[in-house]
């Protein structure tokens, strides 16, 4: 299953974790990716969206 917002296309970010004594590490920050039973095209489907489009209404949930 892929880790990408199926409404807006959000997908990890890549950063660096920075320790004290400055030893760098990459690391992903992963999208807050939740599943939901949603219309889409007049059908009801089970997506992964990401929390900021369920928050601003992109997404119409099933009854």
Known sequence: MSKMCE???KKPMV???ISHAHNINKRR???N???V???HE???KKMMVCTQC???GKVVKAA
């Open 42 to 44: 007049g059908q009801v």
């Open 37 to 39: 039973r949603a219309l």
């Open 33 to 35: 990716l939740q599943s």
């Open 15 to 17: 950063g660096s974790n």
């Open 7 to 9: 409404i807006c296309g």
């Open 29 to 31: 920050f992963n999208p």
């Open 54 to 56: 369920i928050k601003s």
